[in-house]
């Protein structure tokens, strides 16, 4: 089944993770690394792992759970392992763009979070060594150009160096050569990426809901422009540029996993201020909150602590759907939402409800939503968002394909109201958003609410739809 059946056409952010541990089953604990980063992304999942003399790699289309089978985990043998789960940002879900990023001379492997919008000067100096760009994505060149440098005799971390200039974009990377383990993160800190300590070795991941699950110990996040090497002699940090922190606020809004703490601020806490902002920010009367599950479901039950109006969990959601290679018949396509979500009529029949999700991006979802709650006997149906409208593309991980399709950068919230049908439409504040992520605002991108790119985002810039602020 295409991905546009069941998901807003966004490529969403990708997970990566990496053990190194001499005397660790390293691939299995990535394996279950992985398995709690699927989140953030189902179209293909890789490990990649060092003996310490030679690299083994399984990469696949699909989920975690159909990727690898006890067989694959042991062929990965070895003391450090990388990770990586993708949803593609640039490439199309294709099995040559799966992760992790390899070649089998064995010098280095690399796993990719974020996207690098502009890469005209990493062609180019790939080019001028004679090296051949054609066909690759952004992490494919990233990988190339570290290579020309480890081929050079350079370091890892030297070879980093003469790169970083090159990286113009979001990457939280987690990389891996036969005896060390690396994570980096651009110096604008986009994505996240954290460190554990697991007895016996160290953990990288995207979030930290996946160190709990291997057993490791958070110690702190990776800084901007920082890279992190362990090795068996420990781990060392360089600061290898200046950095500053500004996290997507997307990452709080709907990507991370409740039970993570980014920059040191817990997601689920986060959500339900948001929730609870969105009731003082405006008051409605109803008789119940349904939350759209998973993501909503934080921002519902602040707003029902709030309010003191109660909380129903009356859409029901397939856990099993993720993907299939099925063509639903048209009828279903046209409201795909009931693919996943089933409604419990007797809890909304007669019903003022309060529908609460996290974002509205192209509005398909919200509009069919709000159907089937009205369908299921609802009296009236207020969508209550806990983000500001998404006006402008997000070109740093999720690549949002064109601000045309943005409902948020075409409609004025009136307009968007009437389009998805429902009695009411509110949008939480920018500033409330911020204030329940409890962040200052410089350490948080806001680009997709607000135009502003932190970083070059080059030729795809033109043709951009002009919005209307309204
Ligand atoms: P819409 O109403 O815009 O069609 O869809 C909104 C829904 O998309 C929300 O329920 C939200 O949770 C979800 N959403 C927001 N961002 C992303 C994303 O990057 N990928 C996917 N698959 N869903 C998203
Ligand atoms: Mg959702």
């Not at 005799?153 to 990389?175: Q, W």
Request: proline content about 4%.
């Amino acid at each position: 089944m295409p991905k546009s059946i069941l998901k807003p056409q966004l490529g969403e952010k990708c997970g990566v993770f990496g053990v190194f541990g001499p005397s660790l089953d390293t691939s299995r604990l990535t394996y279950f690394g992985l398995w709690s980063l699927q989140h953030r992304g189902q179209e293909s999942s890789g490990i990649c792992t060092s003996s310490g003399k030679f690299f083994s790699i399984h990469r696949g289309l699909g989920l975690v759970a159909n990727v690898y089978s006890e067989k694959n985990l042991k062929k990965l043998k070895g003391g450090i392992s990388i990770g990586h789960n993708r949803y593609a940002t640039s490439g199309g879900g294709k099995i040559k763009f799966a992760q992790p990023v390899y070649d089998d001379d064995n010098r280095v492997a690399l796993a990719h979070n974020g996207n690098l919008p502009v890469t005209k000067a990493l062609k180019v100096f790939l080019k001028e060594k004679g090296i051949n760009t054609f066909g690759h994505n952004d992490s494919n060149l990233m990988h190339k150009a570290l290579q020309y440098y480890l081929i050079k005799g350079h370091s890892i971390e030297g070879a980093l160096k003469e790169c970083f200039p090159l990286f113009t974009g979001a990457f939280s990377l987690v990389l891996m050569t036969k005896n060390k383990l690396v994570g980096v993160r651009d110096p604008m800190g986009i994505r996240p990426l954290s460190i554990g300590k697991i007895e016996g070795g160290y953990v990288l991941s995207s979030e930290t809901c996946a160190l709990h699950t291997v057993g490791a110990k958070f110690i702190r996040d990776v800084k901007p422009g920082e890279i992190v090497v362990v090795s068996k002699k420990g781990i060392k940090s360089t600061q290898l540029v200046k950095g500053e922190e500004h996290l997507d606020i997307f990452e709080f809004v709907y990507f991370a996993r409740p039970d993570s703490d980014l920059l040191g601020t817990s997601v689920y806490q986060a959500r339900k201020r948001m929730g609870a902002l969105l009731y003082k920010q405006h008051k409605i009367k109803a008789d119940v909150i349904i939350p759209v599950p998973d993501s909503a479901t934080s921002a519902a039950l602040g707003y029902s602590q709030e309010s003191g109006i109660p909380l129903e969990e009356a859409l029901i959601k397939n856990r099993y759907i993720h993907r299939t290679f099925i063509k639903p018949t048209q009828r279903l396509r046209e409201n795909s939402v009931k693919l996943k979500l089933n409604p419990i009529k007797s809890v909304i029949k007669n019903k003022r409800v309060i529908l609460v999700d996290d974002s509205i991006v192209r509005g398909t979802t919200s509009k069919n939503l709000v159907k089937m709650v009205k369908q299921a006997g609802a009296k009236e149906v207020y969508m209550v968002v806990s983000s500001p409208p998404v006006k402008f593309p997000d070109f740093y991980g999720i690549d949002t394909p064109d601000q045309s399709q943005l409902i948020g950068a075409n409609k004025s919230v009136e307009q968007i109201r009437k389009y998805i049908g429902a009695d009411k439409l509110i949008f939480l504040s920018l500033k409330n958003l911020i204030k329940a992520i409890d962040l200052p605002k410089v350490k948080l991108t806001t680009a997709c609410f607000t135009g502003e790119y932190l970083i070059d985002i080059g030729v795809r810039n033109r043709g951009r739809v002009k919005y209307v602020d309204l």
